[in-house]
C-alpha cells in the first residue's frame, strides 16, 4: 500500500522560512501528492498538491523530487498560524478504480515559535 | 465558500446506544463525501466513501452494519454508529467533494465530532 513518512516534530522561528520533508518511495506514477494541515480538534484544510512539477500557491511551495519518491512543503515565512500538523498525503485511486481516496500519514507536528 | 458542517460537534452515550452525525455541504452540491476516523495523536483513517444515491463503499476493515451510511441529498449525509461500544470513542471526520466544480480534487473537510462512549 501507498504510504508516506515523515518526521514526529519540527520547530521553526516566526518569520523564517520551513522546510518540511516527506518520502513516499512505494508512490505510483498515477498518484497524487497532497499537503493538508490540521489545527487541534479541527478538521484539516488543504495546502497545496502536484503530480510531477513543482507547485506555488499563496500558501505554499511543492518541491517534487525527480524521482517522486520524496517531497518538501516549503511555508516561505512561518507566522504562529501555521503552528498545525502537517500531512503529506497520496490521493490514490480506489480499489473499485472509480473514485481517487487519500492515504493519510502521520503528519509532522510543526511548532513556530515567536 | 466551500463549507461543511458537522452535527453534533461532541456528543456523549451510552454503551449499547446509537449515534447519528450529520455532514452538511453548506455552499456546495457535492456527489462524494468521506467519513474518516482519527484516534488521538493518531492520523485520519478513512472508514467509507459515500456517492450520493447509491451504496457506500467500506474499507477494509470497516462494519458496513456498525457504521451505517445514509447520503439522501447533494448536500447530506450521515453516519450512524450501531450499538456503541467504548472502542468506537474517537473524533469523526466527514469530508465533500464538490460536483461541478474547479478544482475538483480539493476536499472540504467539516470540523469534526468528538464521540465519547460510556
Known amino acids: 500500500d501507498a504510504k508516506t513518512t515523515q518526521p514526529n516534530s519540527m520547530e521553526s522561528n516566526e518569520e523564517e522560512p520551513v522546510h518540511l520533508p516527506c518520502n513516499h518511495s512505494?508512490?505510483?506514477?498515477?498518484?497524487?501528492i497532497h499537503w493538508y494541515r490540521q489545527l487541534p480538534s479541527q478538521g484539516p484544510e488543504y495546502v497545496i498538491h502536484?503530480?510531477?512539477?513543482?507547485v506555488n500557491n499563496r500558501m505554499a511551495s511543492l518541491a517534487i523530487a525527480e524521482d517522486r519518491k520524496s517531497s518538501t512543503l516549503i511555508l516561505h515565512r512561518a507566522t504562529l498560524r501555521d503552528a498545525a500538523v502537517y500531512y503529506c498525503?497520496?490521493?490514490?485511486?480506489?480499489?473499485?478504480?472509480?473514485?481517487?481516496?487519500?492515504?493519510w500519514g502521520l503528519g509532522t507536528s510543526l511548532a513556530v515559535n515567536p | 465558500g466551500a463549507v461543511v458542517s458537522q452535527h453534533p460537534s461532541r456528543v456523549i452515550c451510552k454503551s449499547g446506544t446509537s449515534v447519528k452525525i450529520e455532514c452538511r455541504s453548506l455552499d456546495f452540491q457535492a456527489t462524494t463525501m468521506f467519513w474518516y476516523r482519527q484516534f488521538p495523536k493518531q492520523s485520519l483513517m478513512l472508514m467509507a466513501t459515500s456517492n450520493e444515491g447509491s451504496k457506500a463503499t467500506y474499507e477494509q476493515g470497516v462494519e458496513k452494519d456498525k457504521f451505517l451510511i445514509n447520503h439522501a441529498s447533494l448536500t447530506l449525509s450521515t453516519l450512524t454508529v450501531t450499538s456503541a461500544h467504548p472502542e468506537d470513542s474517537s473524533f469523526y471526520i466527514c469530508s465533500a467533494k464538490p460536483l461541478n466544480r474547479s478544482p475538483s480534487y480539493e476536499q472540504y473537510f467539516g470540523p469534526g465530532t468528538r464521540l465519547t462512549v460510556t
Open positions: 498525503i497520496l490521493r490514490v485511486l480506489s480499489n473499485a478504480g472509480n473514485n481517487r481516496k487519500l492515504i
Open positions: 502536484g503530480l510531477t512539477s513543482n
Open positions: 512505494t508512490i505510483s506514477g498515477t498518484d497524487y
